[in-house]
């Protein structure tokens, strides 16, 4: 059966009834049903016979095939086993595709990659339940993706695109716009999947960058200082940084002063810029005080 042709309640349906497959709500199972979200989903990803894809939550192999057609290889990541059969049937005739049994959340990202000299992209209508924490991880440098496009529930698309002094801004927000470019392809409905979950969905497209819109001193502590930021989004930038790391009121108000950030913003309306401004600040003050320590240590 073609890609096109599991791309429709029907086709999916009977394969589900051939296999005898019920999908695992434990494990957010939707497969996708419609052939506009699958066209939407391929033109965003711009495949060519020179990339690697990596796909994680592969279900029944409706995209994985699909992605064989166009990519010079395929990385098909599957959790559960029992969808196994119906996935070979799939893909089991495309010999530029490689299927991986195993929890995406515990592999090892880089050599599911393997050696691939072609640029490397993410495509996957991922569940729900992992979907933030593998963006996260799949944006860190040394994996080297270059493109992601990514199905996800519709309120994580608005948090990964939200903009600063929205209700969406957070921390998943600063984390992908940190190291991407991220844009907002489409709705989907809930009926583009089998069974519908009870929210709509979002194509979403992540260009990564060749390094960080803004630089930062030391990367661990812009992100210790943005989850600091937003940990209680009632607080000020100077009491969350003086609760969060911890460090007196005054020299959290003083790293304020010294990245341009007045210390009574709140840490949702924070630019990315801000925030490495205020990160940089931060470091620098916990490195003269560690040196200070040093120095009493040796006198």
Not at 41 to 48: N, P, W, Y
Request: proline share 6%; glycine share 8%; charged share 20%.
């Amino acid at each position: 059966m073609s890609s096109d042709d599991l791309a429709t309640p029907a086709g999916a349906a009977r394969v589900l009834r051939a296999f005898g497959i019920r999908p695992r709500k434990r494990w957010g199972q939707h497969f996708l049903v419609s052939r506009r979200a699958l066209d939407q989903i391929l033109a965003a990803a711009d495949l060519t016979d020179q990339d690697t894809v990596l796909e994680i939550g592969a279900g029944l192999g409706t995209l994985t095939a699909a992605l064989a057609e166009r990519a010079g290889r395929v990385i098909a990541v599957e959790i559960d086993r029992a969808l196994l059969p119906a996935l070979q049937a799939a893909v089991g005739s495309c010999p530029n595709v490689q299927t991986i049994i195993d929890d995406a959340m515990t592999i090892d990202l880089a050599a599911a990659f393997g050696a691939s000299p072609g640029p490397r992209k993410f495509v996957a209508n991922l569940p729900y339940n992992v979907a933030s924490a593998l963006i996260v991880a799949l944006l860190e440098p040394p994996l080297g993706v270059q493109r992601m496009v990514v199905t996800v529930q519709r309120e994580v698309a608005g948090r990964l695109s939200a903009r600063p002094g929205t209700k969406d801004y957070g921390i998943l927000s600063v984390a992908a716009q940190f190291r991407a470019e991220v844009a907002v392809v489409d709705t989907l409905p809930a009926s583009a999947f089998m069974p519908p979950p009870e929210v709509e969905s979002a194509v979403v497209r992540l260009e990564t960058r060749e390094r960080p819109v803004c630089p930062v001193l030391d990367e661990g502590m812009f992100f210790r200082v943005v989850r600091a930021a937003f940990s209680q989004r009632r607080k000020t930038v100077r009491n969350a940084l003086a609760g969060g790391f911890p460090m007196p009121a005054s020299d959290a108000e003083a790293a304020c002063l010294q990245a341009g950030v007045a210390p009574g913003r709140r840490g949702e309306t924070l630019h990315l810029v801000e925030f490495a401004a205020l990160a940089d600040a931060v470091t620098k003050m916990v490195g003269q005080r560690n040196a200070g320590v040093a120095q009493e240590g040796v006198s």
